[in-house]
């Protein structure tokens, strides 16, 4: 009798941004956009709830694990140069954006099988925020943790205001949202961001416990004999997974939901209106100015947003003002305070 749901036998699927290995009751899903730090795109997004799916869904996998391609990020949250190319121009897709995101975050969390977040890298934005939707977490030490919303233009509330209050506190939460402080692996654990560290900077043969960031930047540069190297990450993931292997599948699922309780009742209350409030955010002069500082490689001018606010007809909202002049010559209307000359027809606005 055909199953509805058949053990496929593949042990990988193909994709174009996401990378899916099976093996030994293991799926290891990578974001393989290393170019790009990780990042994910509106593709990339689908492919990750597409493999997440595809994992549940596969009783011959008992184990997800969530990485990164490469050594330098586990992931840098969504790809900001794309964010700047079709979302500021169009909130309403953001939007449409967002329910894919959720599907992804979803797929974590409903999934049944315990995630292991392998941080092999920078995990930043909605890179931690996939790590906390996660069950649990192994990083390198090389890499470090932590939000950027408030730096590019946006709001870390597809799982960080939800999640960070009841994994390392109101204050320290407050702190990783507000000043968007980088946190190191050996802090991250102290603060229960993640369960295990694994050295990953050697130095000639020996590895480096608790580098320095000089240590760290030689190791990336692969300079005075440094270097990365994951294997004992690797093998800290390995030997976690397999534990997990030794205990009755049934039993760890209803664990799961049991602990989620909190995540998922922060996440139902919010996420939906995070997704709302982040489309018509977009319209604002927050993430103009963030996103193309972002994508010109140029310093983010936070004092101008500030400076908005206090100057004669200035609005910190809109990039040109607020619409209110009509064009007395040819009528139109919602024309941007500082326009000295209507843009429909072209002559001077008294």
Same mark, same amino acid.
């Given at each position: 009798?055909?199953?509805?749901?058949?053990?496929?036998?593949?042990?990988?699927?193909?994709?174009?941004?996401?990378?899916?290995?099976?093996?030994?009751?293991?799926?290891?899903?990578?974001?393989? *956009?290393?170019?790009?730090?990780?990042?994910?795109?509106?593709?990339?997004?689908?492919? =990750?709830?597409?493999?997440?799916?595809?994992?549940?869904?596969?009783?011959?996998?008992?184990?997800?694990?969530?990485?990164?391609?490469?050594?330098?990020?586990?992931?840098?949250?969504?790809?900001?140069?794309?964010?700047?190319?079709?979302?500021?121009?169009?909130?309403?897709?953001?939007?449409?954006?967002?329910? =894919?995101?959720?599907?992804?975050?979803?797929?974590?969390?409903?999934?049944?099988?315990?995630?292991?977040?392998?941080?092999?890298?920078?995990?930043?934005?909605?890179?931690?925020?996939?790590?906390?939707?996660?069950?649990?977490?192994?990083?390198?030490?090389?890499?470090?943790?932590?939000?950027?919303?408030?730096?590019?233009?946006?709001?870390?509330?597809?799982?960080?205001?939800?999640?960070?209050?009841?994994?390392?506190?109101?204050?320290?939460?407050?702190?990783? #949202?507000?000043?968007? *402080?980088?946190?190191?692996?050996?802090?991250?654990?102290?603060?229960?961001?993640?369960? *295990?560290?694994?050295?990953?900077?050697?130095?000639?043969?020996?590895?480096?416990?608790?580098?320095?960031?000089?240590?760290?930047?030689?190791?990336?540069?692969?300079?005075?004999?440094?270097?990365?190297?994951?294997?004992?990450?690797?093998?800290?993931?390995?030997?976690?997974?397999?534990?997990? =292997?030794?205990?009755?599948?049934?039993?760890?699922?209803?664990?799961?939901?049991?602990?989620?309780?909190?995540?998922?009742?922060?996440?139902?209350?919010?996420? *939906?209106?995070?997704?709302?409030? #982040?489309?018509?955010?977009?319209?604002?002069?927050?993430?103009?100015?963030?996103?193309?500082?972002?994508?010109?490689?140029?310093?983010?001018?936070?004092?101008?947003?500030?400076?908005?606010?206090?100057?004669?007809?200035?609005?910190?909202?809109?990039?040109?003002?607020?619409?209110?002049?009509?064009?007395?010559?040819?009528?139109?209307?919602?024309?941007?305070?500082?326009?000295?000359?209507?843009?429909?027809?072209?002559?001077?606005?008294?």
């Amino acid at each position: 009798m055909m199953r509805a749901f058949p053990t496929p036998e593949t042990r990988t699927l193909s994709f174009k941004e996401v990378l899916y290995e099976k093996a030994d009751g293991v799926a290891t899903i990578t974001i393989n *956009r290393p170019k790009r730090f990780n990042a994910y795109s509106t593709v990339c997004l689908e492919e =990750l709830a597409n493999a997440l799916r595809a994992a549940t869904f596969d009783d011959g996998v008992g184990v997800i694990v969530l990485t990164g391609a490469g050594d330098r990020a586990f992931c840098t949250g969504g790809d900001v140069k794309e964010y700047a190319d079709s979302y500021v121009s169009a909130p309403r897709d953001y939007w449409k954006y967002m329910a =894919l995101f959720r599907a992804y975050i979803d797929a974590i969390l409903s999934t049944g099988k315990p995630v292991i977040a392998r941080i092999n890298g920078i995990a930043v934005g909605g890179g931690n925020e996939s790590v906390l939707a996660c069950d649990l977490a192994v990083m390198a030490d090389h890499a470090y943790v932590g939000q950027v919303g408030v730096r590019v233009g946006s709001v870390a509330c597809g799982g960080a205001t939800q999640w960070l209050p009841i994994t390392v506190g109101d204050k320290r939460a407050r702190e990783m #949202l507000m000043t968007n *402080r980088q946190i190191p692996a050996r802090l991250a654990l102290d603060w229960g961001l993640v369960n *295990r560290v694994a050295p990953s900077v050697r130095h000639g043969a020996s590895f480096v416990h608790n580098p320095s960031p000089e240590q760290i930047e030689m190791a990336r540069k692969s300079e005075n004999a440094y270097a990365i190297d994951l294997g004992p990450l690797d093998q800290e993931v390995h030997e976690l997974a397999q534990e997990l =292997l030794r205990t009755f599948p049934e039993c760890v699922r209803y664990t799961k939901q049991q602990v989620n309780f909190w995540k998922d009742f922060s996440w139902a209350l919010t996420v *939906r209106h995070a997704q709302d409030w #982040l489309a018509l955010h977009y319209t604002d002069y927050e993430p103009f100015e963030g996103m193309s500082a972002f994508a010109k490689k140029r310093r983010v001018d936070f004092a101008a947003v500030r400076r908005r606010a206090v100057e004669p007809g200035g609005s910190p909202e809109t990039p040109w003002g607020a619409h209110v002049k009509t064009c007395q010559g040819c009528g139109a209307e919602g024309l941007p305070a500082t326009f000295a000359y209507c843009g429909t027809c072209g002559i001077h606005l008294s």
